[in-house]
């Protein structure tokens, strides 16, 4: 596989799909050539680290999270060419533990019936790492892998409209460094995390993203798996499928600008390994743009504003978000202003404040309803 190349795979058995499209993007071949790049002459001794996306504790079939079959086949096509160190690594989103979805979403099982050590990114140490002229806490267990497959979820994000391979390394940082990153409004950290993590392969869960939320719940059933090796050109492609362009996405047109990878889609090559799949590709309806409008967002945590926007669209569905008098703040950039509707506790002092850190769809839009009707 080269690194302008993307392979994709159509089907229902995800398992043997995940493990097909390996085998025809040779993953061996890019294992033995980064243990080649280290000095290193059996290949089988590198430490091999597997990066799922495991947000919050939803099924992999709300559109949030990793499906587990992928992540074991991907250990079965290891396993059985005699890579045996592996491990999992993750971090769930601020607001969640990672220890509830491992065992909610089946890493638990997974890592058990594979005999896979999961190492949860929350309670790991960290450092600091300077990514080409930022410095960012990186947890420790980066450090104790030499070759990373990155097996984000393609999906939509309600502040960076997209997240795939580059924003799904935020996994791998600590909870204090994921508040940092809002407060410096995603798109700059997100870029310059990808000089602090390297992936070495992308296997992208395709399968039913959430097109909208990071979080799930409206899923697009694709039924498509994707690698490559590229991170940027990963998610330049995504943009592509979502009927963007990668200036609508800073931090995907400044990850290839500082070195990361590249944009430059037009001259990749897409194999369809299974042929004549690729036409069932369609852009998202962009939902969440329909009630930004009613939203003053200033460095809010993505948990945060994936409660909130549910709520919102509930409302605009119900009549009764266009009666709101005044917009709603949300983020971190509120902390110690007055105003009129706050949500989460950095809006504490507003005249009207659903509490919470973050508080849950159902009190936002039970609050903001009783607020609308007086």
Same mark, same amino acid.
């Given at each position: ?23 025809? +993007? ?14 290193? =002459? ?9 990066? /799922? ?19 074991? $086949? ?20 601020? $607001?969640? @533990? ?53 097996? /984000?979820?393609?999906? $939509? ?10 924003? %799904?390394?935020?996994?791998?940082? /600590? %909870?204090?460094? @994921?508040?940092?990153?809002? +407060? ?5 950290? #997100? ?94 309806? %962009?939902?969440?743009?329909?009630? @930004?409008?009613?939203? =003053?967002?200033?460095?809010?945590? +993505? ?6 926007? /549910? ?21 971190? $950039? ?8 706050? #949500? ?19 009190? #936002?839009?039970?609050?903001?309803? @009783?607020?609308?009707?007086?």
């Amino acid at each position: 596989m080269l690194q302008h190349e993307i392979y994709k795979i159509y089907g229902t058995d995800y398992k043997d799909m995940t493990i097909r499209i390996l085998e025809e +993007s040779n993953l061996q071949e890019a294992v033995r050539n980064k243990a080649e790049a280290m000095g290193i =002459n059996d290949a089988t001794q590198l430490r091999i680290g597997i990066k /799922p996306n495991l947000v919050a504790p939803t099924p992999a079939s709300f559109g949030a999270t990793t499906h587990t079959e992928v992540v074991a $086949g991907i250990i079965e096509y290891l396993q059985a060419r005699d890579f045996n160190d592996i491990k999992i690594a993750e971090g769930s989103w601020v $607001g969640d @533990k990672t220890s509830d979805a491992y065992e909610f979403c089946g890493y638990k099982t997974l890592c058990e019936n594979y005999d896979v050590p999961f190492v949860d990114a929350q309670k790991d140490g960290h450092h600091t790492v300077d990514c080409n002229g930022l410095d960012i806490e990186i947890c420790d267990v980066v450090n104790d892998i030499d070759f990373l497959i990155n097996v /984000p979820v393609m999906k $939509g994000h309600c502040q960076t409209r997209i997240t795939c391979a580059l924003k %799904n390394m935020k996994g791998l940082i /600590p %909870n204090t460094e @994921k508040r940092h990153f809002h +407060s410096m409004g995603l798109h700059r950290p #997100i870029a310059h995390l990808s000089q602090g993590i390297h992936q070495d392969f992308i296997v992208v869960d395709h399968i039913c993203g959430d097109l909208d939320f990071e979080e799930g719940g409206n899923p697009v059933v694709r039924n498509c798996i994707m690698t490559a090796l590229d991170p940027v050109l990963v998610d330049a492609y995504v943009c592509k499928l979502m009927g963007l362009t990668v200036e609508d996405v800073e931090y995907v047109k400044l990850a290839g600008e500082i070195g990361s990878g590249s944009t430059d889609v037009e001259h990749a090559r897409i194999y369809d390994i299974n042929e004549g799949n690729m036409d069932k590709e369609a852009p998202r309806d %962009n939902k969440v743009l329909r009630v @930004k409008y009613a939203v =003053n967002e200033v460095d809010s945590c +993505s948990a945060c504003y994936a409660s909130l926007v /549910p709520a919102l669209l509930q409302l605009e569905e119900e009549g009764l978000l266009e009666k709101l008098d005044s917009q709603i703040a949300i983020g971190q $950039g509120h902390q110690g202003e007055t105003g009129k509707i706050g #949500i989460g506790k950095c809006t504490r002092n507003f005249d009207f404040c659903v509490m919470g850190c973050p508080p849950d769809t159902e009190h #936002i839009y039970e609050e903001l309803k @009783k607020y609308i009707l007086g």
